[in-house]
């Protein structure tokens, strides 16, 4: 693992990828409006860069974009990979583990998820706090490598206060909704029955969707700061659940991607 890390790293660095200062994974249905704010922009595409992955799933479009966004040098990930594509935990969390030797020092992350908070409604952006790991495997497993982190890594705060409260203030002056809830991650790729619904809601969590974690598990494990905003693309009421159509999913994060886009624009340059 620690080749791979170090030969994608290399590459990226010799192609003008140099010491980013903010990393950013753009989720389902997101990063069409937030790429247009990176300045001075190079591209590469997932398949060119040495042990990347290539996502698989159609809406997500498979590159690494580098350039500035209010004076910081940003490295954004426009389209992320799932464990239900087929890939080990490892290679899904490779992005994040380049981002940090190149020299990221906060990552930002979106997703689309499915809101089972009652009093929220889809279209609606979630700030998570916390997170529950129902995923069947773990990016941390296997042999540690210290160099990159410790072998059991603390996960009292997976994502950063500091970032949280900038998130909410800046929210706040925006007059923009950001609900503060905990996030739940399931394998996937098929969405929840409604009596896996009740049970994802009984045990603490107000969204749930099929990313994320393993990025958090990652950052922490390198003591890389992150956050994360879910965008809440359809309404879980187990008593009233009506059939999920993915194009409305992503058409409902697409209407989102505004306000988020504004968010972590706002936030990137407190940073």
């Not at 922009?41 to 809406?59: G, K, L, Q, R």
């Not at 941390?140 to 890594?153: A, D, T």
């Amino acid at each position: 693992m620690l080749h791979e890390i170090k030969e994608a790293t290399d590459y990226l660095k010799k192609h003008g990828f140099d010491n980013p200062e903010v990393g950013v994974i753009l989720g389902t249905g997101l990063g069409n409006l937030f790429v247009k704010e990176i300045k001075n922009a190079i591209e590469i595409n997932y398949n060119s860069i040495p042990h990347f992955p290539v996502s698989t799933v159609e809406f997500h479009r498979g590159k690494l974009i580098y350039g500035e966004i209010k004076g910081k040098k940003v490295l954004a990930m426009q389209g992320r990979f799932h464990y239900y594509e087929g890939y080990n935990m490892q290679k899904i969390t490779l992005p994040v583990r380049v981002m940090k030797m190149l020299g990221i020092q906060h990552l930002l992350i979106s997703n689309a998820a499915g809101n089972m908070n009652l009093k929220w409604k889809k279209g609606q952006l979630m700030l998570i706090d916390d997170h529950i790991n129902l995923q069947s495997d773990n990016p941390l497993r296997g042999e540690n490598f210290e160099v990159l982190g410790p072998r059991f890594p603390d996960m009292s705060e997976p994502y950063s206060k500091k970032m949280n409260k900038l998130l909410i203030r800046i929210a706040k002056e925006k007059k923009i909704k950001l609900n503060v809830g905990v996030y739940v991650a399931v394998i996937g790729p098929n969405l929840e029955t409604r009596a896996e619904y009740r049970f994802l809601n009984r045990i603490g969590a107000d969204a749930v969707g099929m990313s994320t974690v393993p990025e958090v598990l990652v950052a922490n494990h390198m003591g890389l700061p992150c956050c994360a905003i879910s965008v809440l693309t359809d309404d879980c009421d187990p008593d009233n659940l009506k059939p999920a159509v993915i194009s409305e999913i992503i058409a409902i994060a697409g209407k989102a991607e505004a306000k988020l886009t504004e968010l972590y624009v706002a936030l990137i340059g407190k940073l």
